[in-house]
């Protein structure tokens, strides 16, 4: 659930459809803490959830976050804050429910790339201050860090300075494209063997550390042929099937994931089974692109041309190959 | 609908016939190996008495206590996670980037 647009980093990976806007924290259109409660039992009338993370933008620009994360929590949801982390204060900790992971973003272990990459100077020791208080509290963390052709160099080192701080687990997603930083792509996508590099890196270490490590962002085989890590934990989009990630707009507006632009409907107005199980919203994820129709991997089934929404984003439709695909080959 | 709530169980993870699985009871399941369940990581735990969490019908984790997994993006189909990090470990690398001056002490 993005509990708001708001953001105070400007990442250069950034995918959100809004990022060239200076999103207000509030707006009019803004859910209030007592609409999120109603409307994920709204949700839950319909789907086994049991998760909610709660991102935006930056969550934690949300001066009431601890309070929605204590009554999602009173009704038996975990709740996971995806943050960049730079914001946790003592006071700010002491307000959260005891369950709550903190998914936090490093994105190297040089602050000055860090910083370049988050687009704010000064971030990278902000962000480790915060997670080590979260660490002091005994709160669980992540790491989380976005491979771009800028980083993929330093990945084990990073993994270690997240153990460091006490994440007991890491998501490392390559870069995924939307149109707004489309322009950007060239100077951010890795090369297949700067990618290669990044993951045997991670795979190093899971391996040493013992850390689960998850590559969420799909890897087409086409790119790399994933299946030679068995220390990294691949994810496949669920294209609306078991594990499906929906995604909640500030506004109450659901979404196929975070991203998509794409609205599938209004929440405050219907119910989450009649949007889902619409013909429309099933039908945003069933293209596979013909480059794909002939492809004779095992994996093909899982992966069908990558992510549907980076293509929809870029392209139109997801009826075509994920635009990483073709930039990550070529570069 | 009744809200389904993780039960977490005793468990012993045995291997047989280059095969998994975990005992609860009298009740055996095989723990599924491949692309997303690393056999090696199954291999160190034979033998041992895990916790495992199982949501409805469904084993959800093997020697974690419940909790948020992993979640961004798409969210990784992994449903066992095996490992974790030996507190050593985790000092050594917090003690190894404190002294690099990247972590305050």
């Known amino acids: 659930m993005e509990v708001t647009q708001a953001c105070h980093h400007r990442c250069l990976h950034c995918y959100n ?26 949700v839950r009338l319909d789907t086994p959830l049991r998760q909610v993370g709660l991102s935006g933008g930056e969550p934690l620009l949300r001066p009431d ?10 009704e038996g949801l975990s709740i996971v804050v995806i943050t960049s982390g730079a914001l946790l204060t003592d006071e700010l900790l002491e307000r959260f429910p005891a369950d709550t992971m903190f998914e936090f973003t490093l994105f190297s272990i040089d602050g000055g790339l860090h910083d370049r990459i988050a687009g704010r100077p000064g971030a990278f ?46 998501l490392f997603n390559r870069i995924n494209l939307s149109r707004p930083m489309l322009p950007l792509a060239d100077q951010l996508v890795p090369s297949a063997e700067q990618l290669q590099q990044a993951l045997d890196a991670a795979e190093d270490a899971a391996s ?38 929906y995604t909640i707009s500030y506004n109450g507006l659901l979404r196929p ?15 989450f089974a009649e949007i889902v199980l619409r013909e429309s919203t099933r039908e945003f994820w069933q293209p596979v692109p013909p480059e794909c129709e002939t492809c004779e991997h095992p994996l093909r089934e899982s992966c069908r041309g990558g992510c549907p929404a980076a293509s929809h984003e870029c392209y139109g439709t ?14 | 609908m009744p809200k389904p709530k993780p039960v ?61 997994g992993i979640l961004c993006y798409v969210p990784p189909p992994d449903p066992f996670v095996v490992q974790l990090i030996q507190p050593e470990l985790q000092r050594v690398l917090q003690q190894k980037y404190t002294e690099a001056g990247i972590i305050p002490g």
């Open chain 1, 17 to 42: 459809y809004w990022r060239e806007r200076r999103a207000p924290v509030r707006d009019p259109q803004t859910l209030s803490r007592a609409e999120i409660l109603d409307l994920i039992r709204k």
């Open chain 1, 65 to 74: 976050l601890p309070e929605i994360a204590t009554d999602l929590a009173a």
């Open chain 1, 125 to 170: 020791k902000k962000v480790i201050r915060g997670i080590q208080r979260a660490g002091q509290h005994n709160f669980r963390l992540a790491l989380a860090c976005v491979i771009n052709r800028l980083n993929a160099h330093d990945v084990l080192q990073t993994i270690e300075l997240g153990i460091a701080l006490k994440a007991e687990a890491a």
């Open chain 1, 208 to 245: 040493r550390y013992g850390i689960p490590v998850a590559v969420s962002v799909p890897i087409p085989p086409c790119v790399i042929d994933v299946s030679r890590y068995k220390h990294l934990h691949f994810g496949w989009c669920p294209r609306g099937g078991d594990g499906a990630y």
């Open chain 1, 257 to 271: 994931c975070n991203h998509s632009s794409v609205i599938l409907g209004d929440l405050r107005s219907e119910g």
């Open chain 1, 318 to 331: 997801s009826a075509r190959i994920d635009p990483f695909v073709t930039r990550c080959l070529s570069a």
């Open chain 2, 8 to 68: 977490v169980k005793e468990g012993k993870i045995v291997s047989a016939n280059r095969k998994f699985y975990v005992t609860i009871g009298r009740s055996r399941r095989e723990i599924p190996t491949g692309l997303f369940v690393n056999a090696a990581d199954l291999k160190k735990l034979a033998g041992q008495t895990v916790s495992v969490t199982i949501l409805g019908k469904s084993i959800v984790a093997i020697g974690r206590r419940p909790g948020p």
